[in-house]
């Protein structure tokens, strides 16, 4: 569930400053016979390339009781060219990682070494009149250079790759649009980062990396808190979901749980996906279930499964807990940038025209330590979002008690996330648990608890 700033897809080093907090719980499928297509009004996507073998009741009352037969069979539904797809597309997904972190260290390389960040400096300072704006119109070209830099990338990434493997539902030019956007909102955040941060850092003198992790984690609950109200309706529109069967059975549950009854959204991701989703956003109470018009149109027992799941992310209050583990990780990752920076700036301070930590020039430097150490901790970061999937997984299991439809729900996930991976594989890469661990878990549910079918 967690991704670095939704939609934004801010770099590594970026999202450390400035993460958000999103849960996507769902791939996509063809819908077979979908009771929920009535209740919602949205006209959700397929991926043409995507399949699954279609299961019906006889089928499920057929499998057998024992969890790790249960899960062979659901796995089995899966034809050859599925698996070999979403392998392709998800071990891509690796080599996409060190590509953007190799591109973010080459741009402060170019930024750094050519002085290109100095003149940069140089010539914020000849327009901007306080300290503040100097440094804030440096943070803010600084991200339109690092937008233009990567951009080839992000094209890659973005648009060809998703539409070869026919997950996206945009032509060019609207995707293009967006990611415009993103940007705007890109370099008003890095205007107002390095602006504070800078400030701060000038005041700090040897203390710099404290300050720095204190603002770095007031950043993280700034985008929580505004990420979902201000930003992501930039992309998506968030309605309250239509009366039907689906809301009913998803307030039942909230109320269940004590969960306010009206936060419970749909947003069209049709617009860019096949994909189906579903996350929990917000924080300190704030938090809101927000399904999406893919998943809308799923079966019922599907909708009520991911539901559940949602639901447990709020109700253990995943996302407060995740800033308190987040902050860890910016403490650490500053104390390591303060090590590192002492020693680069050093070497390289002079001839790269920076002077000192305090100097916003040096902000290229000060990401790509960050990113370097962000690098690192990848599969930290997997496992501390991983855990709390699993915790979801097992509350929703209870909740809805929809092991079939959550072993459904997951095997839908196919199109965008290998099956079954190594173990190694998926404590390093997974920021979700796959779908062999997360089917087990459901069919392991079903077999203890004797439900039928
Ligand atoms: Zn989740």
């Known amino acids: 569930?967690?991704?670095p700033i939704t939609?934004?897809?801010?770099?590594?080093?970026?999202?450390?400053?400035?993460?958000?907090?999103?849960?996507?719980?769902?791939?996509?499928?063809?819908?077979?016979?979908?009771?929920?297509?009535?209740?919602?009004?949205?006209?959700?996507?397929?991926?043409?390339?995507?399949?699954?073998?279609?299961?019906?009741?006889?089928?499920?009352?057929?499998?057998?009781?024992?969890?790790?037969?249960?899960?062979?069979?659901?796995?089995?539904?899966?034809?050859?060219?599925?698996?070999?797809?979403?392998?392709?597309?998800?071990?891509?997904?690796?080599?996409?990682?060190?590509w953007n972190f190799l591109l973010g260290l080459a741009i402060a390389g170019v930024l750094l070494a050519g002085r290109n960040s100095a003149r940069l400096r140089d010539f914020a300072q000849r327009i901007g009149r306080k300290a503040f704006f100097r440094d804030a119109i440096y943070g803010a070209i600084y991200a339109v250079a690092v937008f233009v830099l990567s951009l080839p990338l992000?094209?890659?990434?973005?648009?060809?790759?998703?539409?070869?493997?026919?997950?996206?539902?945009?032509?060019?030019?609207?995707?293009?649009?967006?990611?415009?956007?993103?940007?705007?909102?890109?370099?008003?955040l890095l205007a107002f980062a390095v602006g504070v941060l800078y400030a701060l850092f000038r005041r700090a003198g040897a203390r710099w990396w404290v300050w720095g992790s204190g603002f770095g984690v007031v950043l993280l609950v700034l985008s929580l808190l505004v990420g979902p109200v201000w930003i992501d309706p930039l992309f998506n529109t968030y309605k309250p979901i239509a009366d039907g069967d689906v809301k009913q059975a998803v307030l039942a549950m909230a109320h269940a749980d004590g969960v306010p009854a009206d936060n419970v959204y749909e947003f069209d991701a049709s617009r860019q996906t096949t994909r189906v989703s579903a996350n929990v956003a917000g924080i300190f109470g704030t938090a809101s279930?927000?399904?999406?018009?893919?998943?809308?149109?799923?079966?019922?027992?599907?909708?009520?499964?991911?539901?559940?799941?949602?639901?447990?992310?709020?109700?253990?209050?995943?996302?407060?807990?995740?800033?308190?583990?987040?902050?860890?990780?910016?403490?650490?990752?500053?104390?390591?940038?303060?090590?590192?920076?002492?020693?680069?700036?050093?070497?390289?301070?002079?001839?790269?025209?920076?002077?000192?930590?305090?100097?916003?020039?040096?902000?290229?430097?000060?990401?790509?330590?960050?990113?370097?150490?962000?690098?690192?901790?990848?599969?930290?970061?997997?496992?501390?979002?991983?855990?709390?999937e699993i915790e979801a997984d097992r509350f929703g299991l209870n909740l809805a008690r929809e092991p079939h439809g959550f072993a459904e729900a997951v095997l839908d996930l196919t199109e965008y996330r290998k099956p079954d991976p190594g173990r190694w594989e998926e404590i390093i890469f997974y920021d979700h648990p796959s779908a062999r661990f997360r089917i087990h878990d459901a069919m392991r549910w079903r077999e203890a608890m004797g439900t039928k079918p």
């Open 289 to 388: 279930v927000r399904l999406n018009d893919n998943l809308m149109r799923k079966p019922l027992a599907e909708i009520r499964a991911v539901t559940g799941h949602e639901l447990g992310h709020y109700v253990m209050n995943h996302i407060d807990k995740f800033v308190v583990e987040f902050a860890v990780v910016i403490v650490i990752g500053f104390a390591f940038s303060r090590w590192a920076m002492d020693r680069l700036l050093a070497r390289h301070g002079a001839s790269w025209g920076l002077s000192g930590v305090a100097d916003a020039a040096s902000f290229p430097l000060l990401m790509a330590v960050l990113s370097v150490y962000l690098f690192i901790a990848t599969p930290v970061l997997n496992t501390m979002t991983r855990t709390q």
């Open 1 to 3: 569930m967690l991704k």
């Open 154 to 188: 992000t094209i890659y990434q973005g648009y060809v790759r998703e539409h070869a493997y026919g997950m996206a539902t945009q032509t060019f030019g609207p995707w293009f649009a967006e990611q415009l956007i993103a940007l705007a909102v890109n370099v008003l």
């Open 7 to 98: 939609t934004l897809r801010l770099r590594a080093a970026t999202s450390l400053l400035a993460a958000a907090f999103v849960c996507t719980t769902v791939g996509t499928a063809e819908a077979a016979d979908p009771p929920a297509a009535a209740a919602s009004a949205s006209a959700a996507a397929t991926n043409p390339q995507f399949k699954v073998r279609p299961a019906d009741d006889a089928w499920r009352a057929a499998l057998p009781r024992d969890a790790d037969a249960a899960t062979r069979a659901y796995l089995a539904r899966l034809p050859s060219e599925t698996v070999a797809r979403a392998n392709a597309y998800f071990e891509g997904g690796y080599w996409l990682q060190l």
